[in-house]
C-alpha cells in the first residue's frame, strides 16, 4: 500500500512538473519577435488603402511573451511582471506588481481608516473585466480589481490608473470608464479565447 501510494505521488509530480515546464515554455523571445512583427504589420496595414477588412490575430502567449521580453521600456517604472489573460467573449484579465509607496504617501490622510495609509510597497494588483470595441472605439468595463488579493473599489482602482497614466498632455491621467480610439485604424478587437484578432 505504501508502495502505490508513492508510485501516484511520483506521477502526480511529475505531471505537475511537466505542466509548469509547459506552462513556462509558452513565454518565449520567438513569441514576443511574432507579436512585434503582427503590431508592426497592424500598423503598415493601417496606412495602406483598405478595401477589404484585415484580420491579424495576436495569441495571449505572443502577448504575455511580449511583455516579458520587450514593455518594460514602455511602462512606468512602478509596474513590473505585467501578464495578461484573454479569457473569452470579450473578457479579458491583467495582473502586475506595482510599486505603491509613491501613491500612498501622497494620498493618504493619515487617518486609521483611511485605505490609502495601509498601502505601501510592491504588491501584485489584478484587474478583470471586458473590452468593448466598435467602429473604431473602445471602452473596457472593470468587473473585479484586487491588490494584494483583497477586492477594492473602482474609485480606488481609478485613483492607481489615474496616478500612473499622467502626462504632460494629460495631467489628470486616463479616466477608467472613458471611451478611447483605437489605434492604427482598427475598427475592432475580437476577444476569444487565448487570442485577440484585430479588425482593420
Given at each position: 500500500?505504501?508502495?502505490?501510494?508513492?508510485?501516484?505521488?511520483?506521477?502526480?509530480?511529475?505531471?505537475?512538473?511537466?505542466?509548469?515546464?509547459?506552462?513556462?515554455?509558452?513565454?518565449?523571445?520567438?513569441?514576443?519577435?511574432?507579436?512585434?512583427?503582427?503590431?508592426?504589420?497592424?500598423?503598415?496595414?493601417?496606412?495602406?488603402?483598405?478595401?477589404?477588412?484585415?484580420?491579424?490575430?495576436?495569441?495571449?502567449?505572443?502577448?504575455?511573451?511580449?511583455?516579458?521580453?520587450?514593455?518594460?521600456?514602455?511602462?512606468?517604472?512602478?509596474?513590473?511582471?505585467?501578464?495578461?489573460?484573454?479569457?473569452g467573449?470579450?473578457?479579458?484579465?491583467?495582473?502586475?506588481?506595482?510599486?505603491?509607496?509613491?501613491?500612498?504617501?501622497?494620498?493618504s490622510?493619515?487617518?486609521?481608516?483611511?485605505?490609502?495609509?495601509?498601502?505601501?510597497?510592491?504588491?501584485?494588483?489584478?484587474?478583470?473585466?471586458?473590452?468593448?470595441t466598435?467602429?473604431?472605439?473602445?471602452?473596457?468595463?472593470?468587473?473585479?480589481?484586487?491588490?494584494?488579493?483583497?477586492?477594492?473599489?473602482?474609485?480606488?482602482?481609478?485613483?492607481?490608473?489615474?496616478?500612473?497614466?499622467?502626462?504632460?498632455?494629460?495631467?489628470?491621467?486616463?479616466?477608467?470608464?472613458?471611451?478611447?480610439?483605437?489605434?492604427?485604424?482598427?475598427?475592432?478587437i475580437?476577444?476569444?479565447?487565448?487570442?485577440?484578432?484585430?479588425?482593420?
Amino acid at each position: 500500500m505504501r508502495n502505490r501510494s508513492r508510485w501516484i505521488a511520483a506521477i502526480l509530480l511529475t505531471a505537475l512538473a511537466f505542466a509548469s515546464l509547459e506552462a513556462a515554455a509558452t513565454v518565449t523571445r520567438q513569441n514576443a519577435d511574432a507579436f512585434s512583427k503582427k503590431v508592426a504589420l497592424i500598423r503598415s496595414q493601417s496606412e495602406a488603402g483598405r478595401r477589404t477588412a484585415r484580420r491579424t490575430a495576436l495569441t495571449q502567449d505572443e502577448l504575455n511573451s511580449w511583455l516579458v521580453y520587450e514593455s518594460q521600456p514602455h511602462l512606468p517604472t512602478a509596474i513590473s511582471s505585467p501578464e495578461v489573460t484573454i479569457v473569452g467573449q470579450g473578457r479579458v484579465s491583467g495582473n502586475a506588481v506595482v510599486d505603491l509607496e509613491a501613491i500612498g504617501k501622497r494620498r493618504s490622510s493619515g487617518g486609521t481608516l483611511d485605505p490609502w495609509s495601509l498601502v505601501g510597497g510592491r504588491v501584485p494588483v489584478t484587474v478583470a473585466g471586458i473590452l468593448h470595441t466598435r467602429d473604431g472605439m473602445g471602452r473596457f468595463e472593470v468587473q473585479s480589481a484586487e491588490i494584494a488579493g483583497l477586492p477594492v473599489s473602482p474609485s480606488f482602482l481609478q485613483e492607481l490608473l489615474s496616478y500612473y497614466s499622467r502626462t504632460p498632455e494629460r495631467p489628470q491621467g486616463v479616466r477608467l470608464d472613458d471611451p478611447f480610439p483605437l489605434p492604427a485604424n482598427i475598427r475592432q478587437i475580437e476577444v476569444g479565447q487565448g487570442q485577440a484578432v484585430v479588425v482593420q
